[in-house]
């Protein structure tokens, strides 16, 4: 349930008609409810949608939680969305030292514990990334966890190897030639139409990729995703992939091993022609796959 100002601000489309991007994320940030709670040496940010039963949502890496904003306005008419930026990505501070996959998910439940009423079941939500950290953090509070749900869960294969032909922008002079750097990159790694990599989602790459400030697969083991898999694999988990995600055959060929072999019963869902940012790409679809499954298990 919004209130009226929120479903002012969230109505419309997003982008809407002749909306410059940096307008539309003005537009849906002004309709939350921001929280900090303590990270490392600073705050972890929370951005809050509707009321509700809660559904926290986790963003890719290099992202922060307009990872989700085509996904926000519907969601938060029927939920109290949540909206974690990630540790040392976003707006959120640093993690604290040694970088850990521990100390992400242990600000992130402080975050829950202080924020989400605590006699509230959960809905859990992880895109790329995000997928290892809802899986984890589910874990965390897996008696109170109604469904999981991942999008393009990279690390739920046995390579992390795909061809992508992606340019550096961190040493580019001009904001046009880093713009023109992050388009190209899109293309070749987030979204499979050409069509839909438009000026929002450049403009979110070009403002959350320099705020990426720890590189995660550096200190969060490749199998920590299944780990926790294998841990929750009781509770209900909906994964959904695009066929043009450059990491979905790798999928495929690892599902057997990893997915078959350790019985964890995935409630798959297919996309097709849809790029790894399937939650942006293909809006519509997740956000009906959503509602869908978070209502079977009300």
């Not at 601000?9 to 002004?30: F, H, M, T, Y």
């Not at 989700?68 to 939920?79: E, K």
């Not at 924020?115 to 959960?122: H, Q």
């Amino acid at each position: 349930m919004l209130t009226g100002k929120q479903q002012e601000n969230l109505s419309g489309g997003v982008p809407r008609q002749g909306e410059r991007a940096k307008d539309c994320v003005k537009r849906i940030e002004k309709a939350a409810e921001v929280f900090e709670t303590p990270c490392g040496d600073g705050n972890l940010i929370w951005h809050k949608w509707g009321e509700g039963a809660p559904v926290l949502m986790f963003h890719g890496n290099h992202g922060s939680w307009s990872h989700w904003i085509r996904n926000i306005p519907v969601l938060s008419q029927h939920y109290a969305v949540y909206c974690a930026d990630a540790p040392g990505l976003g707006d959120s501070a640093l993690p604290p030292k040694p970088y850990s996959l521990d100390a992400i998910i242990d600000a992130l439940s402080l975050g829950v514990e202080r924020i989400v009423p605590a006699d509230a079941k959960l809905h859990v939500v992880g895109f790329s990334y995000g997928s290892a950290i809802a899986a984890n953090t589910a874990w965390r509070f897996i008696d109170r966890v109604k469904t999981l749900t991942m999008c393009a869960s990279a690390r739920l294969t046995a390579t992390a190897e795909v061809k992508r032909d992606l340019r550096s922008w961190r040493r580019l002079e001009t904001p046009e030639e880093r713009w023109k750097a992050h388009k190209h990159n899109l293309k070749q790694m987030m979204i499979c139409k050409p069509g839909m990599v438009d000026d929002l989602a450049v403009y979110l790459q070009n403002w959350n990729a320099p705020r990426a400030r720890i590189r995660t697969k550096q200190f969060i083991p490749r199998g920590s995703l299944l780990k926790a898999l294998i841990a929750i694999k009781h509770i209900p988990i909906r994964n959904i992939w695009g066929t043009g995600d450059a990491f979905y055959p790798h999928f495929l060929n690892s599902k057997e091993e990893l997915i078959d072999g350790n019985d964890i019963n995935l409630d798959l869902k297919i996309i097709d022609q849809v790029g790894h940012w399937s939650p942006y790409e293909a809006s519509e679809q997740v956000n009906e796959w959503l509602l869908e499954w978070f209502r079977l298990y009300d």
